[in-house]
């Protein structure tokens, strides 16, 4: 009984937006990526990088370029943290250029969608996943 109801109590949390932890569990949940394809994050999904600011956008795409398949070998999904891009900006300006990237990056475009998120100043957001459990949240200044 008591597991069942850490089961509820984590997976609510999710859901209304509580900000995860170590040990929460997330279900399956679909995001859409820059070129509004959906993104799963499935079972077989082992981390989730965020990038909170311009300066570690640039530091996980620079890794990604130089190691063209790192998201799919590390079973990874990024996440961009573009909340604070004016609709016109995002629309006219960033996103035409985020869309000429090689490879798929989520956008979180408002508050509600990144708060869900642990974050510190000027670091990545590294979060472990084994089976859809959060097993550690890390933060660094790189993916390497």
């Given at each position: 009984?008591?597991?069942?109801?850490?089961?509820?109590?984590?997976?609510?949390?999710?859901l209304i937006?509580?900000?995860?932890?170590?040990?929460?569990?997330?279900?399956?949940?679909?995001y859409k990526?820059?070129?509004?394809?959906?993104?799963?994050?499935?079972?077989?999904?082992?981390?989730?990088?965020?990038?909170?600011?311009?300066?570690?956008?640039?530091?996980?795409?620079?890794?990604?370029?130089?190691?063209?398949?790192?998201?799919?070998?590390?079973?990874?999904?990024?996440?961009?943290?573009?909340?604070?891009?004016?609709?016109?900006?995002?629309?006219?300006?960033?996103?035409?250029?985020?869309?000429?990237?090689?490879?798929?990056?989520?956008?979180?475009?408002?508050?509600?969608?990144?708060?869900?998120?642990?974050?510190?100043?000027?670091?990545?957001?590294?979060?472990?996943?084994?089976?859809?459990?959060?097993?550690?949240?890390?933060?660094?200044?790189?993916?390497?």
């Open positions: 009984m008591k597991k069942i109801l850490l089961t509820i109590l984590f997976t609510t949390s999710f937006g509580g900000q995860l932890k170590v040990g929460d569990s997330i279900k399956t949940i679909s990526n820059q070129f509004e394809q959906n993104i799963i994050i499935t079972k077989d999904t082992k981390k989730l990088i965020i990038a909170f600011s311009k300066d570690n956008g640039e530091a996980i795409k620079s890794h990604i370029e130089k190691h063209p398949n790192y998201l799919q070998t590390t079973n990874s999904v990024y996440f961009a943290d573009v909340s604070g891009a004016p609709k016109f900006i995002m629309n006219m300006f960033m996103l035409p250029k985020i869309q000429k990237y090689t490879f798929s990056m989520i956008l979180l475009e408002d508050e509600k969608s990144k708060e869900q998120f642990p974050q510190k100043d000027d670091l990545i957001t590294i979060i472990t996943l084994e089976n859809l459990k959060i097993k550690a949240i890390e933060f660094k200044s790189n993916i390497q």
